[in-house]
Nanobody, 124 residues
């Protein structure tokens, strides 16, 4: 059975860093693109970053230069390194497995399995 489990969230001051992990099980991570999304209270879920099976990376403009996605297929894990965090980065962060390629990496409908999310709060 497919599972995605996020971890690494927490409370951090503005300018700080966090590394999120997405542990995958029940499928071969090597063959799939994995995306990171976030949802702030009262807002729609939005794409943050995606890493393809061949290692290509995509980021939203709001996190470009601050967040870095990476993968370790041997550990069945995808990471999101978040630096220079801002209060507007506060949200629940989700990872998801991408199975469709008809639109764009940030289109929610292209993903089938989602994790339960991990809370990231950026506040002084």
């Amino acid at each position: 059975q497919v599972h995605l489990v996020e971890s690494g969230g927490g409370l951090v001051q503005p300018g700080g860093s966090l590394r999120l992990s997405c542990a995958a099980s029940g499928f071969t991570l090597d063959y799939y693109d994995i995306g990171w999304f976030r949802q702030a209270p009262g807002k729609e879920r939005e794409g943050v970053s995606c890493i393809s099976s061949d290692g290509s990376r995509y980021e939203s403009d709001s996190v470009k230069g601050r967040f870095t996605i990476s993968r370790d297929n041997a550990k069945n894990t995808v990471y999101l390194q978040m630096n220079s965090l801002k209060p507007e980065d506060t949200a629940v962060y989700y990872c998801a497995r991408r199975i469709l390629f008809g639109s764009s990496w940030y289109a929610l409908l292209e993903y089938d399995y989602w994790g339960q999310g991990t809370q990231v709060t950026v506040s002084s």
